[in-house]
């Protein structure tokens, strides 16, 4: 064998003796090294609740469920925000049927509808799941417990808002969000006894939009061609309120027709600091949600709590805005 071929066979001899030390020490950290274990953080909760709304996308009920996740983080509860899209009695019924059959601590609901809901509520509390109505009330069921806005109260207050901000005759014509409604219901009969009083106002007609924007603003449409002597507009529902004022504005009828809607959402807002919503209601959904959470906890614990507790409600003008908001728009041009 030839010195070179010596020397290439102890060379190739050194590397696979190194190349064999490698493997075996670095085989051996794999087997030995603790592998980085995914950290998981188990979240603990000490009460799963369901929050039902009239409908999921409805910006009023956004803020409702707002105020009830704000309480569910500070109490530790597992909050689901489970309902129907748009407003739909069948689907919401269904889904408080499947909140009771899949045996959660407690439902807050709407009480919509007398007929369907207060046997509906009436059979899941005898299941032993307790029921909290917000917003509306199912005061002939077996709820424990009610929060939100006094409807009827409300309706009245927006009638006496009328009778104050409006001189002479007046013809006035109410958009609903629903005739079955047990809220609607008593906003409107809160409003009509309001007014009955007072000879120079008149009701000609009460129409309904279904809580849909389309169907408002047709309703609006329908009564402003039926009845050409309109000169005011209750909105029982907050998108009443601004269909009502989109309609009015486009006939460019805004110093001739007096508008009182209802709640805060950000057109109700715009449409007032312009001056073609003149009043609207306000209530306090975020004090609902939060207040449902507490609420349920509790009863859950046993502890005495008033069964039913109204939420602030009030009358906002143009001129209860802050003042920086009511030029906003002004300064910014």
């Not at 075996?24 to 998981?40: A, C, N, R, T, W």
């Not at 389309?214 to 601004?242: C, M, R, W, Y």
Request: net charge negative.
């Amino acid at each position: 064998m030839s010195r070179f071929s010596i020397i290439a066979y102890t060379v190739g001899g050194l590397f696979f003796l190194i190349s064999c030390s490698f493997s075996i020490f670095y085989g051996y950290k794999v087997i030995s090294h603790d592998l980085p274990k995914e950290q998981k953080a188990v979240v603990k909760y000490n009460y799963h609740f369901v929050l039902i709304p009239e409908e999921l996308d409805n910006e009023y009920w956004k803020l409702v469920e707002k105020g009830a996740k704000d309480a569910a983080q500070k109490y530790g509860v597992l909050l689901e925000y489970a309902g129907p899209k748009q407003a739909n009695i069948d689907e919401h019924v269904k889904t408080i049927e499947m909140s009771a059959a899949s045996k959660v601590d407690g439902i807050m609901t709407q009480g919509l509808n007398d007929e369907q809901f207060t046997p509906l509520i009436d059979r899941v509390v005898a299941s032993g799941i307790p029921v909290v109505t917000v917003d509306t009330d199912a005061a002939n069921s077996r709820r424990l417990a009610y929060i939100g806005t006094d409807n009827y109260y409300a309706g009245y207050l927006a009638g006496k808002a009328l009778i104050a901000d409006t001189f002479g005759k007046v013809n006035v014509a109410i958009i609903t969000g629903s005739f079955y409604a047990n809220h609607m219901q008593q906003r409107v009969k809160g409003f009509e006894d309001a007014v009955k009083p007072e000879k120079r106002i008149n009701i000609i007609d009460v129409e309904e939009s279904e809580i849909s924007r389309v169907k408002a603003a047709e309703k609006a449409n329908q009564i402003l061609q039926e009845h050409p002597e309109v000169t005011a507009f209750f909105g029982t529902s907050a998108l009443d309120g601004i269909e009502i004022a989109h309609v009015v504005k486009k006939y460019h009828k805004q110093r001739q027709i007096y508008i009182i809607g209802f709640d805060t959402l950000p057109e109700t807002l715009d449409f007032i600091r312009e001056g073609t919503i003149n009043a609207t209601v306000v209530q306090e959904p975020y004090q609902m949600g939060y207040g449902a959470v507490k609420t349920m906890i509790e009863l859950i614990q046993g502890n005495k709590v008033p069964p039913i507790v109204h939420t602030d409600t009030r009358i906002l003008r143009k001129s209860d805005l802050p003042l920086s908001n009511q030029h906003r728009k002004a300064a910014d041009n």
